[in-house]
């Protein structure tokens, strides 16, 4: 059996764990999650440069 625990951290984001029945966190669920992150802050990255680049140009 699964089961989600879920509990609100410090800043306010949640965060949610799988665990098996003995409690242990599945560890394919945490590599899918940590992948997921990773894209999303090479994504937030690429924006990031892309708009200070502009930036720079605008100044010139």
């Known amino acids: 059996m699964t089961q989600v ?3 609100k951290a410090g ?3 949640f965060q949610c764990r ?3 029945g003995d409690g242990q966190v ?3 669920q945490h590599a899918f999650y940590l ?3 990773k894209e999303r802050i090479d994504e ?3 924006a990031l ?3 200070e ?3 720079d140009e605008a100044k010139a």
């Open 5 to 7: 625990n879920t509990s």
């Open 11 to 13: 800043s306010g984001i």
């Open 18 to 20: 799988l665990v098996n």
């Open 26 to 28: 599945r560890a394919e």
């Open 35 to 37: 992948n997921w992150a």
């Open 44 to 46: 937030m990255d690429a």
């Open 49 to 51: 440069t892309s708009f």
């Open 53 to 55: 680049i502009k930036a």
